[in-house]
Nanobody, 113 residues
Framework: QVQLVESGGGLVQPGGSLTLSCEASGFDFSHVEMMWYRQRPGKEREFVAQIGENSDYFHYGDGVKGRFTISRDNARRMTYLSMQNLEPVDTGVYYC??????WGQGTQVTVSS
């Protein structure tokens, strides 16, 4: 059974940092690309970042370039999203997704003073 479980969300002040984690199970993790998406209040779900199977490919959404970093640990079956210099517009639910189309349940990130 394919499962993706996100964690690490929370409340952070503007300018702060947060790292999200996604634990994968039920599929051949080291041979699929992984992605992060987010859904901000009142908006559709949008692409945030993507990483290749061997961390040899990276792609970021326009609004997060230079501030967010995606990474993975194939031995631990983990995908991470390191977020720096967070802004209130980054508030939303962040989802992990695998190349096969499976989604996690999401983790809430709130950026507010």
């Amino acid at each position: 059974q394919v499962q993706l479980v996100e964690s690490g969300g929370g409340l952070v002040q503007p300018g702060g940092s947060l790292t999200l984690s996604c634990e994968a199970s039920g599929f051949d993790f080291s041979h699929v690309e992984m992605m992060w998406y987010r859904q901000r209040p009142g908006k559709e779900r949008e692409f945030v970042a993507q990483i290749g199977e061997n961390s040899d490919y990276f792609h970021y959404g326009d609004g997060v370039k230079g501030r967010f970093t995606i990474s993975r640990d194939n031995a631990r079956r983990m995908t991470y999203l390191s977020m720096q210099n967070l802004e209130p517009v980054d508030t939303g639910v962040y989802y992990c997704k695998n190349e096969g189309g499976a989604w996690g349940q999401g983790t809430q990130v709130t950026v507010s003073s």
